[in-house]
């Protein structure tokens, strides 16, 4: 999971994401507090999650997140 900072551009975080995919790491989730996001790296793919959705992974089995549950607080 990396959190965006303010500093970082777009470029940098497909970058960084690139890196840990080509890395070996089965899943990126970059979680985007501006955008009220979180983008999920797969193999398959890339998925945004906006807060009204659910974060889940099958990596790790019983978990599951509310998006908007990141931003409250």
């Keep these: ?3 965006i900072s303010e500093s970082q551009t ?8 690139q890196t840990y ?3 070996g790491v089965d899943e ?7 955008g009220r996001a ?11 999650l906006d807060e009204s959705q659910t974060l889940s992974s099958p990596l790790l089995p019983g ?4 998006v908007r549950s990141l931003f409250e607080g």
């Design 63 to 66: 978990f599951s997140l509310p």
């Design 1 to 3: 999971m990396e959190v």
């Design 21 to 23: 995919r080509a890395a």
């Design 10 to 17: 777009l470029a940098e975080l497909t970058l960084k994401a």
């Design 28 to 34: 990126v989730w970059l979680v985007d507090h501006h």
């Design 38 to 48: 979180v983008e999920v790296w797969k193999a398959q793919g890339r998925t945004r």
